[in-house]
């Protein structure tokens, strides 16, 4: 298993409006497409305003796949220029989990 990290600075002023666009339709596109959630959080100490997403996949070619396909989806196509509006910045990491982590 790989574990992608997505960690995106939210524009001033416009995190509940983020927030709510993806509990109400975003995670709805990306789940059933991208699969395995392992969770969704803001931050409450440290750099603030921060989003960070965690997504676990089988393999990088899993990864691959489930990203093209979702990229390839016209709701998501219509769905992402509305979310990157409110995106300041992004950050993405892949992460492998050692040989005694409890996700693997």
Do not use: C
Not at 71 to 81: N, T, V
């Amino acid at each position: 298993m790989i574990v992608e990290e997505r960690i995106y600075r939210i524009r001033g002023g416009k995190m509940q409006e983020y927030l709510k666009l993806v509990r109400e339709e975003g995670i709805a596109i990306q789940a059933p497409i991208l699969g395995n959630l392992i969770g969704y959080f803001v931050t409450e100490i440290g750099p603030l305003s921060h989003v960070v997403h965690m997504w676990g996949y089988a393999s990088l070619d899993d990864r691959a796949a489930r990203r093209g396909k979702l990229a390839e989806d016209p709701r998501w196509q219509a769905f992402i220029p509305r979310l990157a509006a409110l995106i300041e910045s992004s950050e993405n990491r892949i992460l492998l989990p050692t040989d005694f982590s409890p996700l693997r």
